[in-house]
């Protein structure tokens, strides 16, 4: 029987989730993960991907999700979608909260001000109650939802902003946590996700971020589409180098 377009992309998503863990050894036996859920196609993905992994026999795996609320940020998901989507997903939910104080931000010092905004400051402390909630939770592992247009759109912004190659890594070791950040869908392109997104009807967040704008990153990630233009293979030439340039250290430098 013909497959449907969703059943291939689907198979195609899970193939590359499979390899990538393979790969980068992203799972192993005993491994207790804590799925990062923001709401958004690509964490909503990854539930499902955790879901299907949790049934196989190896490696032997727990999952379960968690969704960081900022208290003190008018940012809103739908959270009852959240929640019926894990159950439905066979993952728990654990909806965790924080806030911070950004007057507490350095503003005397411009590279510091400029750094400290809110959107800096509510990521930073999402990753804190992340990390802080696996290690009081017993879990080894959190799985991040970042794309291969992630990896790239980050390269190509250090490349020109930095002037170094790095961007991020599959899997990281937290250099004050024991935890290690993983992010298998590292090989998956972001058109994948959002086309099954499309197919399977994801909800979008309810509320945008008030505070959210035009980014750099979103400006790269267009220079990053006209260069696919000209180049249709440029992912991959991209990813080769990425690989190529990869150093033997996976321990973060810096961590909340």
Request: hydrophobic fraction near 35%.
């Amino acid at each position: 029987m013909k497959k449907t377009e969703t059943e291939l992309t689907e198979t195609k998503i899970t193939r590359l989730f499979k390899r990538a863990c393979a790969e980068h050894l992203l799972l192993e036996d005993g491994d207790r993960v804590l799925v990062a859920v923001s709401g958004g196609k690509d964490s909503l993905e990854l539930v499902r991907l955790f879901s299907r992994q949790m049934r196989i026999h190896k490696p032997r795996i727990e999952a379960e999700a968690a969704h960081v609320i900022m208290d003190n940020i008018p940012y809103e998901t739908e959270r009852e979608y959240l929640e019926s989507f894990c159950n439905d997903s066979g993952i728990k939910l654990n909806i965790i909260h924080s806030s911070f104080d950004d007057s507490s931000a350095d503003t005397t010092n411009a590279q510091q001000r400029k750094r400290k905004t809110k959107c800096f400051l509510c990521s930073w402390y999402r990753r804190k109650a992340l990390f802080e909630y696996a290690t009081s939770n017993g879990f080894n592992k959190i799985a991040l939802g970042h794309h291969q247009d992630d990896f790239l759109v980050t390269f190509l912004m250090n490349l020109t902003f930095e002037g170094n190659a790095q961007t991020m890594r599959p899997s990281m070791k937290m250099r004050h946590y024991p935890i290690t950040v993983i992010r298998p869908l590292c090989l998956v392109p972001e058109h994948l996700i959002s086309s099954l997104a499309h197919l399977l009807k994801f909800e979008k967040q309810k509320t945008p971020c008030p505070y959210e704008e035009k980014s750099m990153r979103d400006d790269m990630t267009q220079i990053f589409r006209q260069i696919e233009t000209l180049n249709p293979e440029a992912r991959y030439s991209m990813w080769n180098a990425i690989c190529n340039n990869t150093t033997n250290s996976d321990i973060a430098q810096e961590s909340p």
